[in-house]
């Protein structure tokens, strides 16, 4: 089956690090995706996983684990304006995007 | 980087008309479009796949007399909402994935800006 897990919400502070972790199941599994999404806003892209690994951009790093369906997303020196959701999302074999329900990062001064 | 453009970005009507909304590829041609619907405080959900010069594959649940797609062109996918109600009422966001990115190659998606439809 397909399956996404990510924690409901998360709450941080400014200047903080924090880790969102998402498990998946996914049949012929062909990557994952973390996309920011603001509120009354379309989804931003943040990472692209497709190897076992770390990726890091800025502020912003990606793992992955292939073999254990794990990935979590990396926030470094918090900012206000990183309140938002942030959703995991795999592919499957026919790369088609299997959602999680989002992480909603509350972040406070 | 890739841009989507979504027309309109709002829309406001009565029950019972039907609600056109646009999605167009910028600066790319896009074999596969992809139409969510977002619900207040929701994940997105996957409506239906759209792919230029064929018919769209719809979700399971999703009526396809009642969401009407259309992509006749490499920039271009329509979603028409016919007979919209209330319950209708929702964020409706497409994104397109890059002709030619496909395999081992990455396949992202770019995501519009969405479209907040309310039906009274």
């Known amino acids: 089956g397909q399956n996404i897990d990510q924690p409901t919400e998360m709450t941080a502070t400014e200047g903080a690090i924090v880790q969102i972790n998402c498990t998946y199941q996914t049949s012929g599994f062909n990557g994952l995706f973390w996309y920011q999404q603001h509120a009354g806003e379309a989804p931003t892209f943040l990472s692209y996983n497709v190897l076992d690994g770390l990726e890091e951009k800025g502020r912003f790093s990606s793992f992955l684990s292939r073999s254990k369906g794990y990935s979590y997303l990396l926030l470094k020196e918090l900012q206000m304006k990183d309140s938002a959701s942030y959703l995991c999302?795999?592919?499957?074999?026919?790369?088609?995007?299997?959602w999680g329900a989002g992480t909603k990062l509350i972040i406070k001064p | 980087g890739a841009v989507v453009s979504q027309h309109p970005s709002r829309v406001i009507c009565k029950s019972g008309t039907s609600v056109k909304i646009e999605c167009r590829s910028l600066d790319f041609q896009a074999t596969t479009m992809f139409w969510y619907r977002q619900f207040p405080k929701q994940s997105l959900m996957l409506m239906a796949t759209?792919?230029?010069?064929?018919?769209?594959?719809?979700e399971q649940g999703v009526e396809k007399d009642k969401f009407l797609i259309n992509h006749a062109s490499l920039t271009l996918s329509t979603l028409t909402v016919t007979s919209a109600h209330p319950e209708d009422s929702s964020f409706y966001i497409c994104?397109?994935?890059?002709?030619?990115?496909?395999?081992?190659?990455?396949?992202?998606?770019?995501f519009g800006p969405g479209t907040r439809l309310t039906v009274l």
């Open positions: 759209s792919n230029e010069g064929s018919k769209a594959t719809y």
């Open positions: 999302a795999s592919t499957d074999s026919n790369y088609q995007l299997i």
């Open positions: 994104s397109a994935r890059p002709s030619g990115n496909s395999g081992s190659d990455y396949n992202e998606q770019f």
